[in-house]
Nanobody, 117 residues
Framework: QVQLVESGGGLVQPGGSLRLSCAAS????????MGWYRQAPGKQREMVAL???????NYADSVKGRFTISRDNAKKMVYLQMNSLKPEDTAVYYCNANVPGTTYSLWGQGTQVTVSS
């Protein structure tokens, strides 16, 4: 079954860190562009970080210098290391996989991240 499964969310204090993981059960994982998105209550889903099949990365301005996206093609995993977390980072975080040059896009079920004291 083709799917993405996120893990690693939770409750953390401001200034703390979390590492999100996304396990992909797809063939030819290395060809996918991967990304992390988030959606806070009452807000639209927004891009957080992207990593292409050639490992180029792009980040939302709000997380630059604090978050790092990475991938392990052998394990079919994508990670989001989140440091210096702020309350405004609170959201459901979603993993996305898409095939360059196509409209194919796959989403995970999301993992909740709550930053609060």
């Amino acid at each position: 079954q083709v799917q993405l499964v996120e893990s690693g969310g939770g409750l953390v204090q401001p200034g703390g860190s979390l590492r999100l993981s996304c396990a992909a059960s797809v063939t030819m994982f290395s060809l996918y562009n991967m990304g992390w998105y988030r959606q806070a209550p009452g807000k639209q889903r927004e891009m957080v970080a992207l990593i292409t099949s050639s490992t180029s990365t792009n980040y939302a301005d709000s997380v630059k210098g604090r978050f790092t996206i990475s991938r392990d093609n052998a394990k079919k995993m994508v990670y989001l290391q989140m440091n210096s977390l702020k309350p405004e980072d609170t959201a459901v975080y979603y993993c996305n996989a898409n095939v360059p040059g196509t409209t194919y896009s796959l989403w995970g079920q999301g993992t909740q991240v709550t930053v609060s004291s």
